[in-house]
């Protein structure tokens, strides 16, 4: 499968996500994006229509996390949406988890977070009072998520391989903290180029800086793209 990469719209409203997006349609293909919690809750389901009907594919960047009953309840709903992926915590558990991959669209991917990347491992120990190494703990997280009929992950890049080596190769690898070569690494404590993230096991990248804060914007997505293996 062509390995997706997603623009990150972290912009405080639609209008501001939409003015940014008026130079790439011009491209044959319109770009996939990630809609965060920011913009979701500005914006709503009303701007993932707009963006759906404008042919961008649509990553809801919503970390879902309840009893299973209630999660099952939002997936449903979010597949009316007709996004294609969604993010929720490994950490739900089983139960949950088996719930929303019941509740998905036919063309909908669930992602699972495994331990939040601002999490240090002495944080994630003292947190959740465990003595697991956070490689350890990532793995146990991804296996329960792979289990449980989850199409993959999202994680550091450097955890990409360790996913991997407990789960299946086409079990999704998605990572954020990418930089393309000369950008500032701005708030990201580890950063990687599309290139490393690939050599790193990674089945497609979050790409948000890089790109929303370039001079050109299109030309920036087009050199990730390229750098990725994908031609835009
Ligand atoms: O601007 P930058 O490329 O750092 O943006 C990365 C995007 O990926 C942001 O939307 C951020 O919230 C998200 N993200 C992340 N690290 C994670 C999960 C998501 O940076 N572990």
Redesign the pocket.
Known sequence: MTAPVFI???FPDAASAQAFLVPFRDLPEQPAV?V?MELFYAAGPAFVRELRQQGFTVFL?LKLYDIPNTVGHAVARLAQLDVQYLTIHAAGGTKMLQQAVANKGADMKILA?TQ???FSEADMQATQQTPLSMADSVQHLAKLAYAAGVDGT???PGEAALIQAVTADDFLRIT????LAGDAA???AR?TTPKVARQSGATGL????????AHTPVAAYQRVMAEWGNEA
């Open positions: 990150a719209l972290d990630k965060g960047d977070v939040l990347t601002s999202i994680s550091a954020p903290g990418i930089r701005d708030d990201q950063i979050v790409v948000g800086r890089s790109i929303t804060k």
